[in-house]
Every structure is written in C-alpha cells, then in structure tokens.
T-cell receptor, first 114, second 115 residues
Framework: AQSVTQLGSHVSVSEGALVLLRCNYSSSVPPYLFWYVQYPNQGLQLLLKYTTGATLVKGINGFEAEFKKSETSFHLTKPSAHMSDAAEYFCAVSDPSGTYKYIFGTGTRLKVLA | GAGVSQSPSNKVTEKGKDVELRCDPISGHTALYWYRQSLGQGLEFLIYFQGNSAPDKSGLPSDRFSAERTGGSVSTLTIQRTQQEDSAVYLC?????????????FGQGTRLTVV
C-alpha cells in the first residue's frame, strides 16, 4: 500500500532563509507526486507535480521539488522564504496504475519569522 | 462554476442528528473525491466518483457514511447519527479525467462540529 511521510509537523524559518519541507513515500511502483498548499480557511492549491520526465519540477511562487527514486523522496524547497509562504503544505502520491485516489501526508505547517 | 463549491461552509449539529454536505464540482469534471481532514491529521480519503458511479468507496469509515452523485455533477455526503468523532473538515475535489496525473481542484471545505 502507498503511504506518505512528512517529517516535521511544524517548520519555522526566517524570512529570506531556505525553505526545505521533507516528503518520503512508500510505493511498489514509481508514483505520481504532488505538493499542495493550504492557506488558512482555504482549500488546497496545487504547487507542483511530478508525473514523468525531468525529476526537478518547478512550481508556483518560486517553489521546486526533486523526485529522487533511490531515496523515495520528493522534498519541497524554496531558496528564500517570504512571509506570505506561511501556510500548511501537503505532499501527496497517487498510483499511476489507476486507483484514482491521492494519498496525503499529515502536512507540515510552515511559519516564517520576520 | 469557476471552482469547486461546497456548502455549508460551517455546520454545527447535535450528536445523533443526520447531516448532508454538498459539493458542486467544476463544470465538466468527471471525477469527484471526498476527503476528511481532522485536526493534526492528513487528508483521509473517503470516496471517489467517476461520473455517477463510485468505483472506490473504501475510505468511508462506517455505514453511517454514504455519498451519491447525480447527473455527473453535484455530490452529497450524508452522515447519519453523527458522533463527536465525525467532527472534521470535509473537503471535496474534482478533476477532469479521473486519471491520477491530473490536478485535483479542492473546495474550501465544510467544517463539521458535532456537539
């Protein structure tokens, strides 16, 4: 069965510092991978996704993530944090063989310090 | 509509009552998903619709939970005889193909509080 682990339920960074949010997955086949962001009292918004091809994926708001099959990881990074990045971030996987459901991690709440 | 719409946005109900949560997906989206988000938890998959059919309802936690979709559009999630552990945010999402590499668009959720 597929699963997603997000290390660190809360991460704090200073404004301008590197953001690194970790995501590891467990899957018998290379999955499709997603990062979603949830701002307070809002739904989830897709940041980026990996399906096939280039393993370094760029998303919105300056975020990017790299699929590393050998490490079963899909960590999210941003070179310089902004105050507006404060939100909850969810990593998700789906099974390309077509079970059509997304399995989400427990989320990481990012706090940006002035 | 322009996005996924859920109603009500907030619902407070007494233990033992039935509730209905509504999801209006993006027009033309054939796939529809319900998730539950509890405090400190991730998003828990409940059920997936392709058109009006539900090929995967494996996440429904008990027989008190049911869902239907009519006309390939609006979906209703019904919880009967609500319990306090049902308190959570219920999120609906839709996507255009029901293929797992397509983006799922989420509504803002219904916050259910059972008192």
């Amino acid at each position: 069965a597929q699963s997603v682990t997000q290390l660190g339920s809360h991460v704090s960074v200073s404004e301008g510092a590197l953001v690194l949010l970790r995501c590891n997955y467990s899957s018998s086949v290379p999955p499709y991978l997603f990062w979603y962001v949830q701002y307070p009292n809002q739904g989830l918004q897709l940041l980026l996704k990996y399906t096939t091809g280039a393993t370094l994926v760029k998303g919105i708001n300056g975020f990017e993530a790299e699929f590393k099959k050998s490490e079963t990881s899909f960590h999210l990074t941003k070179p310089s944090a902004h105050m507006s990045d404060a939100a909850e971030y969810f990593c998700a996987v789906s099974d390309p063989s077509g079970t059509y459901k997304y399995i989400f991690g427990t989320g990481t709440r990012l706090k940006v310090l002035a | 509509g322009a996005g996924v719409s859920q109603s009500p946005s907030n619902k407070v109900t007494e233990k033992g009552k039935d509730v209905e949560l509504r999801c209006d997906p993006i027009s033309g989206h054939t796939a529809l998903y319900w998730y539950r988000q509890s405090l400190g938890q991730g998003l828990e998959f409940l059920i997936y619709f392709q058109g009006n059919s539900a090929p995967d309802k494996s996440g429904l936690p008990s027989d008190r939970f049911s869902a239907e979709r009519t006309g390939g559009s609006v979906s209703t999630l019904t919880i009967q005889r609500t319990q306090q552990e049902d308190s959570a945010v219920y999120l609906c999402a839709s996507s255009s193909q029901g293929s797992t590499n397509t983006e799922a668009f989420f509504g803002q959720g219904t916050r259910l509080t059972v008192v």
